[in-house]
């Protein structure tokens, strides 16, 4: 079959976790704002997600 496996990788090394992660998820005041693909994601993205910003769009998983 074509199952998938998942694991959640918690680090402040952002580089290493778009090296490691095909999907990235940002906590907001201990909430899951937000998951989208890693890739071609910037550093600025990535900050406003993990900031709270609304409007993004969201990736479904």
């Given at each position: 079959?074509?199952?998938?496996?998942?694991?959640?990788?918690?680090?402040?090394?952002?580089?290493?976790?778009?090296?490691?992660?095909?999907?990235?998820?940002?906590?907001?005041?201990?909430?899951l704002?937000?998951?989208?693909?890693?890739?071609?994601?910037?550093?600025?993205?990535?900050g406003?997600?993990?900031?709270?910003?609304?409007?993004?769009?969201?990736a479904?998983?």
């Open positions: 079959g074509g199952g998938g496996a998942a694991a959640v990788v918690i680090s402040q090394d952002l580089d290493e976790l778009m090296e490691v992660s095909d999907n990235f998820g940002a906590l907001n005041e201990g909430r704002s937000q998951i989208r693909p890693a890739k071609g994601l910037s550093m600025e993205e990535i406003l997600m993990m900031g709270g910003a609304h409007g993004m769009e969201v479904h998983v």
